[in-house]
C-alpha cells in the first residue's frame, strides 16, 4: 500500500506560480509511475505531468508544456509539480497518483493508477 498526501494549492492570479507536492508512504519501493492529474467542475479527470523510468523520463500534456515542470525528491519520497506562468484555465483540483506496475510505458489513464492522493485545489483569476 502507498499512501499519497497533496499540499500547495491555493489561490493566485493569472501569470503567477504554485508549487505542488505530494508526499508517498508506505511501500513505495517499486512505485514505477509517479503523476499529477487534475479534474475541474463539470469535465473529466485529465492527465498533466508524469515521472517514470525512475525519474529520468517525464511526460506533459500539451496544455501544459513549457510552463510545468514535474520533479520527485527521492530522499524526501516527494513529487512536486512546479507550475509557472498560470492561466484560468489551469483552475481544478489537483491529484497526485502512483502506481508499482511494471508496464515499460507511460499512460495518462487515469485507470491505470492504484493509489490517489485526496486532491488540492488550485484556483487561477484572470
Known amino acids: 500500500q502507498v499512501q499519497l498526501v497533496e499540499s500547495g494549492g491555493g489561490s493566485v492570479q493569472a501569470g503567477g506560480s504554485l508549487r505542488l507536492s505530494c508526499t508517498a508512504s508506505g511501500y513505495t519501493s517499486g512505485t514505477y509511475y509517479m503523476g499529477w492529474f487534475r479534474q475541474a467542475p463539470g469535465k473529466e479527470r485529465e492527465g498533466v505531468a508524469g515521472?517514470?523510468?525512475?525519474?529520468?523520463?517525464?511526460r506533459y500534456a500539451d496544455s501544459v508544456k513549457g510552463r510545468f515542470t514535474i520533479y520527485k525528491d527521492n530522499a524526501k519520497n516527494t513529487l512536486y509539480l512546479q507550475m509557472n506562468s498560470l492561466k484560468s484555465e489551469d483552475t481544478a483540483m489537483y491529484y497526485c497518483a502512483a502506481d508499482q506496475t511494471p508496464r515499460g510505458y507511460w499512460s495518462f489513464d487515469s485507470r491505470q493508477f492504484t493509489y490517489w492522493g485526496q486532491g488540492t485545489q488550485v484556483t487561477v483569476s484572470s
Open positions: 515521472l517514470y523510468r525512475s525519474g529520468i523520463a517525464t
